[in-house]
Structure formats: C-alpha cells, structure tokens
T-cell receptor, first 117, second 112 residues
Framework: GAGVSQSPSNKVTEKGKDVELRCDPI?????LYWYRQSLGQGLEFLIY????????KSGLPSDRFSAERTGGSVSTLTIQRTQQEDSAVYLC???????????????FGEGSRLTVL | KQEVTQIPAALSVPEGENLVLNCSFT??????LQWFRQDPGKGLTSLLL?????REQTSGRLNASLDKSSGRSTLYIAASQPGDSATYLC???????????FGKGTKLSVKP
C-alpha cells in the first residue's frame, strides 16, 4: 500500500489475554517505530527497528511487551497478560533509509485502539 | 534525557488570524525536528521536517523555524482556517538512538 497500515484498527480484550498488533510499513522503509498514546497523554516511545534489529528497547513498559520484525518489513507488537492500564492507541511509523544517526521523515499509520476490560 | 515542552497547550482563534506555536527542547544535540498534526481519532500527519543545519522550512501557509542552540522551534500558521483545527506536535530527533521524542502538543481550534 501507499501508507503505513496497522491492524486491527480496534481491539477489545479481557484482562489477562494476549494480543498481537500488526504494522505494515511503507515499502522500502528500513526504520520502524512503535509508540503508545494513552487518553489525554502524549506519545510514549516503545521501540524502534532498523531493519530486523531493535537497537533501542528502552521504552517497552514491562517484560509483558515484546516486538519483532521479520524480512525488514512487517512488525508485530505483542502484549501478554494484558492489564487495564495497557488500554491505549498503539501507533506505528516508518521512515526511509536511516543514514548514520539522522532519521528521515516519519510517516504514521492510523493506529490500533486497544481496550482491556 | 530529552524533554519537549509545547506552549500553549490549547489555543482558540478566529478564522483568518496568523498564529505561532512554540516548542522547546532540553537537549540541543538534535539531528532534525519534525512538526505533525493529529486529528481526533487519527494518526499523525507529517507537516514539516527541519534538518539541524537548516533554520526554517516552509510549506504553503506553514513556516517552521529552528534555533538549535537555544532549543526552540516555532510553527507559524498564516491566515488560519477552520480546517487547521487539530493538535500540533513537535518532535526532535537526537543522539544515536534515532527515536523522536514528542511534546504533548498544542490543541488548536479555529472558529469560523
């Protein structure tokens, strides 16, 4: 597709269940980012990938959160044993080839809204 | 650790006014700074990207300036329109981490 695609757009789950959120970046973009936006809050950085590797995992809130990227393309964010405080919009973004320490322009998807009951 | 502050948090203006949104950041060792808009329930749309070597960027009625040494950026919107109503976010990128740090945004409302 032309833009960053995220699925599902909405997910309602019960506390304690596992969820998987998917991000399909713009074709050819090597950098991929996950952010979380809670109601009324700013964007919280979670993790980013350069290719298939994740140089910075510092933003993951707990060991219940994990992410992977395969083939330098699609990424999956997994939340195990979901808690109510995990309810938020999870946003994915991709960026063109990352040269050195300077990232290019970021393009965001529409987000996945997660509600944990 | 980079911290980003945006002032004002909210702004309401009549249509046609020129306005300025402010962004300040604590770590001036940035590589670039990006401005976004976010409409309710939507993702972020990139407006302008300013490289650290640049002082400003323009796109249509939008002009963004960057003063890296003082840790400030401004977004100027000329002749505001109701369609400009959204939350505007700034995000500098710095260091070797490559991730953008976002401010909490300025919520703009332009009244017809």
């Amino acid at each position: 597709g032309a833009g960053v695609s995220q699925s599902p757009s909405n997910k309602v789950t019960e506390k304690g269940k596992d969820v998987e959120l998917r991000c399909d970046p713009i074709s050819g973009h090597t950098a991929l980012y996950w952010y979380r936006q809670s109601l009324g809050q700013g964007l919280e950085f979670l993790i980013y990938f350069q290719g298939n590797s994740a140089p910075d995992k510092s933003g993951l809130p707990s060991d219940r959160f994990s992410a992977e990227r395969t083939g330098g393309s699609v990424s999956t964010l997994t939340i195990q044993r979901t808690q109510q405080e995990d309810s938020a919009v999870y946003l994915c973004a991709s960026s063109p080839r990352w040269q050195g320490a300077s990232t290019g322009e970021l393009f965001f998807g529409e987000g996945s809204r997660l509600t944990v009951l | 650790k980079q911290e980003v502050t945006q002032i004002p948090a909210a702004l309401s203006v009549p249509e046609g006014e020129n306005l300025v949104l402010n962004c300040s950041f604590t770590d001036s060792a940035i590589y670039n700074l990006q401005w976004f808009r976010q409409d309710p329930g939507k993702g972020l749309t990139s407006l302008l990207l300013i490289q650290s070597s640049q002082r400003e960027q323009t796109s249509g009625r939008l002009n963004a300036s960057l003063d890296k040494s003082s840790g400030r950026s401004t977004l100027y919107i000329a002749a505001s329109q109701p369609g400009d109503s959204a939350t505007y976010l700034c995000a500098p990128t710095g260091g070797s981490q490559g991730n953008l740090i976002f401010g909490k945004g300025t919520k703009l409302s332009v009244k017809p």
